[in-house]
Structures are given as structure tokens and as C-alpha cells.
């Protein structure tokens, strides 16, 4: 008599518990959206909030696990959803930024007329599929939660309705980013015809013995397009073309949440694909995204630097490029783990790097978010004076521009950068270094350029090359008295609190550089 094999699979409900709630209230906040009336539609914003608060708290129970789910009968340890320290602490990044994201979010809304269900919705839809892809471990999961991440995404950057900013970029946003899907789903075809499995675990063994030479050549052009895929996720150059118009065209918050969520959500795939689904071709990816590291930190950084200061969305745009310049940082462990025996401790740094990244880089937006309010084109030379109308903001701001460009007191921008330095070394990847050092260089002449702005007196604004527009300066000029928003002075104060205490204790970051997450 023959058996059948059971097709049912185990299902742990707290392993799952982050991206579930976070799917669940945005599946709230839709239905309320029907019943509220126009005056009790900020309710929403905050529902929105204390669930992704929630969705985090979930994160505290898996402490110190090891839990899997959906794993395969005949296999126990060949799971779709693993929720191990790399998962958490890349979910912890995830919920963490959309929670201030949030928060930024709630005058926004109200400041341009932004329609609040379906913003809410569409936030929190992307941040479950942010928080989904880290603890997938099979082509078809990690696919479906970077679409679940991406597709909301293209509509919050086109919600300003009637504004041509906004139409254009995203309209830029979908087709390229529907592009590199359709690459990636084509490399994951390749790899499931050769492989005969989607299973990251089954395909890296898979992998190391193909029996026909012409199925090996059919995986390394799966693993080829596969990586193209993630390569525009994380803004790396020449797939960063997008990121600019993007962020200018996107409300504020979506922009800060698109260069924190949005390349937490690619790095991870990368480093899911990499690390545990191709280790048999490391000696193709390592290469191949050290010259795209050097690239994209080198592409960002002088487009960053080359950003005229009196140009309208100039503060926006050197901060978009300035993303597409880490972007290249974030790389660099990556590609080393391609070059060392021990790969899962090479990742490290890279969550490191992108735990200090999310901090201080959505502070820089929340601050952003704030002068937009009075001088909506967000000029560089907008930022002169803001010490005198806005000391803690202008310190604050200063400090998370420090942090970004790695120099005291954002001493967590500095270890952080350390540490990339040394992996890309003991790698034997010399020149990656001698490049990241160059760049940092670089990047220090924009973000201290941009530092001075806070400091100099207000009535510079009125004066020197910038007078023609010493008018325009002078009705736009925000009250020093004007109170700030509490939802926008929460998120600057997380994010300088958050800040401060890693530059304090760089050990809570620094820590994961050491240790294998994976």
C-alpha cells in the first residue's frame, strides 16, 4: 500500500505576529475609514501609529528564539518564514522607521489635503510586506513581500493629487521598478528550472553539483538577474536613476521612509540571496558588487556634492543623493562576505551601518519635514538662521548631518563607518577601502556645507548671491515663536534620543558587526 505524504504545514502565529498585526490594522484602518466622519478622520493617523507600535512590540516574545513556520513535512528544517536575530533586528529597523514615519505623517496629511484612508492603508500594506521579506527563506516569499513592500509605495508617492511632481515621479517609480520585477522573476524562473526548488537552503545545495552543463548555465543566469532585481531595490548605481525625482516629487515622509524602509527592505533580500541562497557563486556576486559599491558611493556622493543650494527641492535632493552615496557603504560588507569563509559575520556591518543610517537619516527628513512647512521649496539657503528661530531643531538637524558624514559628536556615524572599513580590509579589498575613503571625504564638504548654513545669522538670508530672492526668504521666513506640531517634534525627538544614545553606546549597534546574525 502506497503512503501520502501530508501536505499540511505547522503555522507559529507569534512568529508571524509583526507583519500580521501591521496587515491587520491596515485592513482596520480601511473599513473605519468608511464609517468616520471628515472631522474624526485623524483618528486614523493614530490608530495607524499604535499599531505599528504594537506590530513592534510583538518583536519582544521572539527574543532569543530560534522559531520557524511553514516548513515542509518531509523536511523540518526547510522553512518559507524564520524568524532568527537577522529577521528580528531587520524588522525591528522596519516597523521602528515606519512608527516615526508615521508620525511625520500626521500634519503632513493635513497641511496638503492628502486623502487619510487610503494613505494609512497603503503605509501600513508596505510596512507588513517590510517587515515579511527578512524572514523569508524561499524565492517565492521574498518575491511576494518586496511587491507587498513596493506596489503600495508607488501610490503614496503619487497621492498628492493635481500635482505634476508628484504624477511624474511616480509614474518614474513604477516602470522601473516593474521593470527590474519582471528581471527578477525571470533569474527566479531560471533558478527553479535548474534547481527544481525555491527554497533558499535547497537551492544553494542545489547549487554546488548541477548535473548538466547546460543547467549551470541556466542558474548563474538566474543568479545574474536574480541579484539585477535587488540591485535597483537598493538604489545602487546604475539602478539608482529613480531615487531623485522620487523623493522630490514624494510627500516628505514617504521620501524619508523610501530611503530607510525602502533599502532595508533590498539589502536584506540582497543579503538573503547572497549569503544563503548563492554561496556556491560567491566568487561572481563578491566581485560583481564590490565594483557596484565603488560605483554607487561614488555616483551619489558627487551628485550630492554638485547640488546648487539656492535650487527649489535642493535640501530633498541632496539628501536623495546622499542616500544613493550610503547606499554604496551598505554595499561594501556585502561584497565582502563573498571574499571571506565566514559570511554571516561580514553581514553584520552592514545591519550595523543601516541601524545608524535609519536613526539620523529620518531625523534629517523629520527636521526637513518641518522647515517645509513655511518655505514648501526647501532651498539649502532656507536652512540660514535656523539656530536663531530654532535652536534644538538647528542641533539636532547639525547632529544627524554629523552622524551621516561620521564625525564627532555622531560618533555612531563614525564606528559605523570603522567598521565597514575594516570588513572591506580583512577581506582583502584594499582598494574597496581606499574608494570608501575618498568618498567619505567627499561627502564631508556637503554636510558640513550644509551644517554652516544653520549656524550663519538670519540676515544673511537677505543678502550675498542669494539677494534676488531676499523677498521671497523674508515671507517664508518661519516665526521663531511658531509652535511645532506634536506629532513632528515626537519623531525629531526619538530620532535625536535615538541617536545619542548609540553615539553614547555604540557597543548596542557595533555588536551585530560582530556576531553571526544569520
Keep these: ?18 507583519p500580521t498585526v501591521a496587515a491587520a490594522v491596515a485592513l482596520v484602518v480601511l473599513v473605519a475609514d468608511l464609517f468616520l466622519p471628515v472631522a474624526r478622520k485623524p483618528l486614523l493617523g493614530w490608530i495607524a501609529t499604535a499599531g505599528l507600535a504594537l506590530a513592534a512590540l510583538f518583536l519582544l516574545p521572539l527574543l532569543g528564539d ?49 486623502p487619510s484612508g487610503e494613505y494609512w492603508f497603503l503605509l501600513l500594506s508596505s510596512a507588513s510586506g517590510a517587515a515579511l521579506l527578512p524572514a523569508s527563506r524561499d524565492l517565492a516569499t521574498l518575491v511576494i513581500a518586496l511587491e507587498v513592500a513596493s506596489l503600495p509605495a508607488f501610490a503614496l508617492v503619487g497621492l498628492r493629487r493635481g500635482d505634476r511632481l508628484s504624477s511624474e515621479a511616480a509614474l518614474k517609480f513604477f516602470l522601473s521598478s516593474v521593470a527590474a520585477t519582471a528581471v527578477m522573476l525571470l533569474g527566479v524562473s531560471f533558478l527553479y528550472a535548474a534547481t527544481g526548488s525555491l527554497h533558499l537552503s535547497q537551492v544553494a545545495h542545489a547549487l554546488t553539483a548541477l548535473p548538466d552543463p547546460r543547467l549551470a548555465t541556466l542558474a548563474s543566469a538566474g543568479v545574474a538577474l536574480t541579484l539585477v532585481g535587488f540591485a535597483f531595490k537598493t538604489a545602487a548605481a546604475p539602478f539608482h536613476f529613480w ?46 558588487l564590490a565594483v557596484l559599491a565603488a560605483l554607487t558611493m561614488t555616483v551619489g556622493n558627487v551628485a550630492a556634492l554638485r547640488q546648487d543650494p539656492r535650487r527649489a527641492h535642493s535640501a530633498v535632493r541632496l539628501l536623495a543623493w546622499s542616500s544613493v552615496g550610503q547606499a554604496g557603504y551598505l554595499l561594501v560588507p556585502i561584497a565582502a562576505a563573498g571574499y571571506t569563509d565566514d559570511p554571516a559575520h561580514a553581514i553584520g556591518s552592514t545591519v550595523a ?12 527628513f523629520a527636521v526637513a519635514a518641518l522647515v517645509a512647512r513655511t518655505r514648501p521649496a526647501n532651498r539649502i539657503t532656507d536652512y540660514r538662521g535656523l539656530y536663531h528661530q530654532r535652536p534644538v531643531v538647528a542641533l539636532a538637524l547639525g547632529f544627524f548631518l554629523l552622524c551621516l558624514a561620521g564625525l564627532p559628536p555622531g560618533i555612531i556615524g563614525l564606528f559605523a563607518k570603522v567598521t565597514v ?60 515663536h511658531a509652535r511645532i506640531p506634536a506629532p513632528l517634534a515626537t519623531a525629531i525627538a526619538l530620532a535625536t534620543v535615538l541617536g545619542i544614545a548609540l553615539s553614547g553606546a555604540p557597543q548596542l549597534v557595533l555588536r551585530f558587526a560582530s556576531g553571526a546574525l544569520l
Design 243 to 288: 531615487v531623485p525625482d522620487t523623493y522630490v516629487g514624494a510627500p516628505l515622509p514617504i521620501a524619508g521612509y523610501l530611503s530607510v524602509v525602502g533599502k532595508a527592505v533590498g539589502f536584506s533580500g540582497l543579503i538573503l540571496v547572497t549569503v544563503q541562497g548563492f554561496p556556491t557563486y560567491a566568487n561572481v556576486w563578491g566581485p560583481a
Design 421 to 480: 572599513f575594516s570588513v572591506a580590509v580583512d577581506a582583502g579589498l584594499a582598494w574597496l577601502a581606499v574608494i570608501m575613503a575618498f568618498n567619505v571625504v567627499i561627502a564631508l564638504y556637503y554636510y558640513l556645507q550644509w551644517t554652516t548654513v544653520l549656524f550663519r545669522g538670519a540676515e544673511e538670508a537677505t543678502g550675498g548671491a542669494d539677494g534676488a530672492k531676499a523677498p521671497e526668504a523674508a515671507q517664508t521666513r518661519q516665526p521663531s
Design 66 to 114: 530560534d522559531r520557524r513556520t511553514f516548513c515542509l513535512p518531509a523536511h523540518p528544517d526547510v522553512c518559507s518564514y524564520v524568524a532568527d536575530p537577522f529577521t528580528l533586528v531587520i524588522q525591528f529597523l522596519v516597523l521602528g522607521g515606519a512608527l516615526l514615519t508615521a508620525l511625520l505623517s500626521i500634519d503632513t496629511l493635513k497641511d496638503h489635503d492628502l
Design 1 to 18: 500500500m502506497s503512503t501520502v505524504t501530508s501536505l499540511v504545514q505547522s503555522v507559529d502565529w507569534l512568529a508571524l505576529a509583526p
Design 353 to 364: 551601518y543601516a541601524l545608524m543610517y535609519a536613526a539620523v537619516n529620518l531625523g534629517a
